[in-house]
């Protein structure tokens, strides 16, 4: 089973700063990638899949990179609705895994 | 618009089955595969299984192996998951959700599963 490793655990910024997420998998994923962004008491919404495309009403301020082993959510101006937690999916041979959760709050 | 509706919460002695249905509705149903997934309190997504759209192929995670059947009713707009043989560590929130090109989309509202004696 491929596994994801999200760091950091825990991400303290301000609205207005920059954050940046990294998942990195065990083995290689291709482009298979997708991140979630999940709030308390509610169901994750979708925001990048297949590594880099956005999904349909995400702002553009959400952008993800990488392939292979190495992947990264960049949010470029944090805004007050942004801090929630945030998995990385895989997909290989159309099974899945989540990587633990980044939980970004507020500094 | 695409909603996905799903059954109420469940309590659930150890060692019974649970069966949590999704009901879909603003898009074509066979069209989509659906994924389930679950979230123990306080705890990481985890992925279960999904069924195909068209020929209701499925495929499991290991993990749940033997005690996982995903399901499909087309002419309802309607799928189901069911877990046997439930123990504690079961307790959690269990999503549907749509795939959209490999990746869950639109998520139903969780069912919360208790399991205890």
């Known amino acids: 089973e491929i596994v994801l490793t999200q760091s950091p655990a825990t991400l303290s910024l301000s609205p207005g700063e920059r954050a940046t997420l990294s998942c990195r998998a065990s083995q290689s994923v291709g482009s298979f990638l997708a991140w979630y962004q999940q709030k308390p008491g509610q169901a994750p919404r979708l925001l990048i899949y297949?590594?880099?495309n956005r999904a349909t009403g995400i702002p553009a301020r959400f952008s993800g990179s990488g392939s292979g082993t190495d992947f990264t959510l960049t949010i470029s101006s944090l805004e007050p609705e942004d801090f929630a937690v945030y998995y990385c999916?895989?997909?290989?041979?159309?099974?899945?895994?989540f990587g633990q959760g980044t939980n970004l709050e507020i500094k | 618009q695409v909603q996905l509706v799903q059954s109420g919460a469940e309590v659930k002695k150890p060692g019974a089955s649970v069966k949590v249905s999704c009901k879909a509705s603003?898009?074509?149903?066979?069209?989509?595969?659906m994924h389930w997934v679950r979230q123990a309190p306080g705890q990481r997504l985890e992925w279960m299984g999904w069924?195909?759209?068209?020929?209701?192929?499925?495929k499991y995670s290991q993990k749940f192996q033997g005690r996982l059947t995903i399901t499909r009713d087309t002419s309802a707009s309607t799928a189901y998951m069911e877990l046997s043989s439930l123990r504690a560590e079961d307790t959690a929130v269990y999503y549907c959700?749509?795939?959209?090109?490999?990746?869950?989309?639109?998520w139903g509202q969780g069912t919360l599963v208790i399991v205890s004696s």
């Open positions: 603003g898009y074509t149903f066979s069209t989509y595969d």
């Open positions: 959700a749509r795939d959209l090109l490999g990746s869950p989309d639109y």
């Open positions: 069924v195909n759209g068209g020929n209701t192929d499925t």
């Open positions: 999916l895989q997909r290989t041979n159309w099974m899945y895994t």
């Open positions: 297949d590594a880099f």
